[in-house]
């Protein structure tokens, strides 16, 4: 096995150990919106209502938004179990990307009639999401960057080009370093249209307040714990504060449990990690360029991602991707040191001349991981319920189109999307632990071991492959 070049160019520890001292664990992007945030009552007695949203992430608060604006007379609430965007819409990676499949080889790979119609789905879903964040002027430090995507090891060049995306453009080894100036990089692509970057707090409390503004009720500290009801009748959510008694009901629980128990195993929580670094002064800024601002990522299949602030920190997040055995959500699996270390010492052999830089921030987020990589839809009573969960990682801009999917369903309008065999079929659940485990576990193995092995896939992943079940970033 080869190794990678993060194992071949690794930084001094002392660098690394320096560049943690005194590194909080904390999410950033919460904590810089906390003063400002608007907070939201718990639910004190039984409501009945027209339309009732669970979850406060993204795709909930879409949902509610969309919901009122088709009918301002109906009674439109969002229930959210502690605060609005406080779990992976309020501390992912800062990327809004077009692509509503987890990239487009996903698309390719699972539904290849119709990838050219996702890509454009895609795009057109991107703009729609500029165009209300420019015409209610939300300030959630938007930048539509586009996207780098960049070869660390010889064999990842000899996928540059093969992308289907005409938007896309090849770049050898001194456009990239153009771009941004990094040794590893060998070459790479460029999607103008693929990103935007944002702040992603900023965003979960901009569209909170634009719902409340139009009407819609949020209960903030109102878990749901139970669904109930049957064709004819209106549906019941029990929560912990009392009942809310809905004509349709939207889900949108991301990785937690879902309140349908025909989708409890059709997702498993795996953890990503994440570092914040302290702002950049200007001459490391020049140091590395970027003056694009471009979203950044590499090509493998443990791959890295980062982004400047609009205050030049650089994110840098991704490689780990942690399932713990028995699928538990735990706050304790936040602070993982070997993860964080691990990606501090990437971040050096990245860019060897921000040595001394120091990161303020580490966390992690918990990702709502389908078997097919992107979101899924699902739905109970008549269709009055409608779910959607899945995302893995990749949800900034499809929770939007979920949400779309979502209120189409709900209204029985047969749209372009509706019709989407992304959205008519359901991909395989996991199996029970401690299948599961052992299962996820294998795969990353695996993948890791392609990533050592000039990408070639073992009998394992070519089975999955096979299977339907396969992932290719």
């Not at 372009?416 to 395989?428: A, D, H």
């Amino acid at each position: 096995m080869e190794q990678t070049v993060f194992e071949t160019h690794r930084p001094a520890a002392r660098i690394v150990d320096e560049s943690l001292a005194d590194t909080r664990l904390g999410v950033y992007w919460i904590e810089d919106v906390a003063a400002s945030a608007d907070r939201y009552p718990q639910l004190s007695d039984s409501i009945t209502v027209d339309d009732a949203v669970v979850g406060g992430g993204y795709a909930g608060l879409w949902a509610a938004i969309k919901l009122k604006q088709a009918h301002p007379e109906r009674r439109v609430v969002l229930l959210e179990a502690v605060r609005v965007g406080w779990a992976a819409s309020g501390r992912n990676g800062g990327f809004c990307e077009a692509s509503i499949t987890h990239g487009e080889p996903n698309a390719e790979a699972r539904w290849p009639d119709e990838t050219g119609t996702l890509r454009r789905l895609g795009y057109e879903n991107l703009d729609a999401i500029e165009r209300f964040v420019t015409e209610h002027g939300l300030d959630v430090d938007w930048e539509r960057t586009g996207q780098l995507s960049v070869a660390n090891q010889p064999h990842q060049v000899s996928w540059v080009g093969e992308h289907q995306d005409p938007n896309v453009v090849g770049l050898d080894a001194a456009q990239v370093r153009e771009r941004v100036n990094s040794p590893t990089f060998l070459a790479g692509e460029f999607s103008p249209r693929e990103n935007a970057n944002l702040h992603p707090a900023k965003l979960t409390v901009a569209l909170a307040k634009f719902a409340a503004n139009i009407g819609v009720e949020i209960y903030e500290g109102t878990p749901v714990d139970r669904l109930d009801g049957r064709d004819d009748e209106p549906i019941v959510l029990e929560t912990t504060r009392g009942t809310v008694t809905a004509e349709r009901v939207a889900l949108c629980t991301n990785v937690f449990p879902s309140l349908l128990k025909r989708y409890r195993f059709h997702t498993v929580p795996v953890y990503d990690y994440v570092l914040m670094t302290e702002p950049l002064s200007a001459e490391q800024l020049d140091s590395i360029g970027w003056a694009g601002r471009e979203g950044l990522a590499d090509m493998a299949n443990q791959f890295h991602y980062a982004r400047l602030t609009a205050d030049n920190r650089i994110l840098w997040g991704g490689y780990d991707a942690v399932y713990h055995a028995g699928g538990k959500i735990k706050r304790a699996y936040e602070d993982r040191m070997e993860s964080h270390r691990r990606l501090a010492s990437h971040f050096f052999t990245t860019f060897p001349q921000l040595a001394g830089v120091k990161f303020s921030h580490r966390w992690a987020g918990v990702i709502d991981t389908s078997t097919r990589f992107c979101a899924f839809f699902g739905q109970a009573f008549g269709g009055r319920v409608q779910y959607v969960a899945g995302f893995t990682g990749l949800g900034v801009g499809a929770t939007h189109f979920a949400a779309d999917v979502v209120v189409d369903r709900l209204e029985g309008h047969i749209t372009e999307r509706t019709e989407l065999e992304l959205v008519r079929s359901i991909p395989l659940p996991f199996p029970p632990e401690p299948l599961a485990t052992i299962g996820i576990n294998l795969t990353r193995w695996s993948l890791d071991r392609a990533d050592h092995n000039r990408g070639k896939r073992n009998l394992l992943l070519k089975a999955l492959d096979a299977l339907g079940l396969g992932f290719d970033s």
